[in-house]
Nanobody
């Protein structure tokens, strides 16, 4: 399975962006799909994730500003990012992981989000 991320770009602080990620094949409903982000010199960190049942988990830094959604029928996951801050600047990666083991199964190629102040 390949995950293709899109939607990154340059936006001013306070603006919005929507990231999308599509899988080349059906992703198991047992998988959690999510978005991680990474800045230079730092570890990749969770931004948001969602189960096939719609249960969500957000990093404290994005809760209330970002909304993750998932289309099980098409194996897509999206991240609506509002009220963006310069510290949200990062490469965003979508992924899927096993619900029971949390083992990462697939990574997307990453999409750059740049928020200017």
């Amino acid at each position: 399975v390949q995950l293709q991320a899109s939607g990154g770009g340059l936006v001013q602080a306070g603006g919005s962006l929507r990231l999308s990620c599509a899988a080349s094949k059906m992703v198991s409903r047992l998988d959690i799909m999510g978005w991680y982000r990474q800045t230079p010199g730092k570890q990749r960190e969770l931004a948001a994730e969602v189960t096939s049942a719609g249960e969500t988990n957000y990093a404290d830094s994005v809760r209330g500003r970002f909304t993750i959604s998932r289309d099980n029928a098409h194996s897509t996951v999206s991240l609506q990012m509002n009220a963006l801050k310069p510290e949200d600047t990062a490469v965003y990666y979508c992924n899927s992981k096993n619900f029971f083991t949390s083992r990462i199964k697939y990574w997307g190629q990453g999409t750059l989000v740049t928020v200017s102040s």
